[in-house]
T-cell receptor, first 115, second 112 residues
Framework: DAGITQSPRHKVTETGTPVTLRCHQTENHRYMYWYRQDPGHGLRLIHYSYGVKDTDKGEVSDGYSVSRSKTEDFLLTLESATSSQTSVYFC??????????????FGEGSWLTVV | KQEVTQIPAALSVPEGENLVLNCSFTDSAIYNLQWFRQDPGKGLTSLLLIQSSQREQTSGRLNASLDKSSGRSTLYIAASQPGDSATYLCAVGGDSNYQLIWGAGTKLIIKP
């Protein structure tokens, strides 16, 4: 299994509070991704990173920000959590471009509930 | 806009049966298509990757086919086992960088 650790794995937070999810990898992969998974929607890309301090928006980036200060860490921040952000969040990594056919590895997910 | 659909959302079959999971997509201009497995409370594991120029890929008891013209892919599982119980998702790689478009998955239950 690829070395990807997400923390926290489970969190309940109140509406309006900031939340940060962390993804840590030990594979030295250049590309890192944050997805959310909701019933009936499959996975949707929030943000991705193609190197240290290099990030870009995905399909559903509103309300989220990311940072990558080290190759191994990719942080996802909800500046002011809303109930619509209750979801399961997955971090993923690839060695090169996602569409080049390289294997994509996923973390085990972070369950976030906003009440 | 590419849309990926997996029907049915859930499927329950007896152990030992051969079965087919379906994935359909609306835009045939794809780069590749992948099938993933997701166990409850876990992340996703890549099973098979089919490039747009390929028609099928095989791994053990799994065989995935791709028909771009009809916008369909199937995942064939031979001699199903209870350990195959999981949710199976397909994802299409389109012409936008870094984007995979995902189906919502089919939850498969293999009854002993």
């Amino acid at each position: 299994d690829a070395g990807i650790t997400q923390s926290p794995r489970h969190k309940v937070t109140e509406t309006g509070t900031p939340v940060t999810l962390r993804c840590h990898q030990t594979e030295n992969h250049r590309y890192m991704y944050w997805y959310r998974q909701d019933p009936g929607h499959g996975l949707r890309l929030i943000h991705y990173s193609y190197g240290v301090k290099d990030t870009d928006k995905g399909e559903v980036s509103d309300g989220y920000s990311v940072s990558r200060s080290k190759t191994e860490d990719f942080l996802l921040t909800l500046e002011s959590a809303t109930s619509s952000q209750t979801s399961v969040y997955f971090c993923a990594i690839t060695q090169s471009r996602e569409l080049s056919g390289n294997t994509i590895y996923f973390g085990e997910g972070s369950w976030l509930t906003v009440v | 806009k590419q849309e990926v659909t997996q029907i049915p959302a859930a499927l329950s079959v007896p152990e030992g049966e051969n079965l087919v999971l379906n994935c359909s997509f609306t835009d045939s201009a794809i780069y590749n298509l992948q099938w993933f497995r997701q166990d409850p409370g876990k992340g996703l594991t890549s099973l098979l990757l089919i490039q747009s120029s390929q028609r099928e890929q095989t791994s053990g008891r799994l065989n995935a086919s791709l028909d771009k013209s009809s916008g369909r892919s199937t995942l064939y599982i031979a001699a199903s086992q209870p350990g195959d119980s999981a949710t199976y998702l397909c994802a299409v790689g389109g012409d936008s960088n870094y984007q995979l478009i995902w189906g919502a998955g089919t939850k498969l239950i293999i009854k002993p």
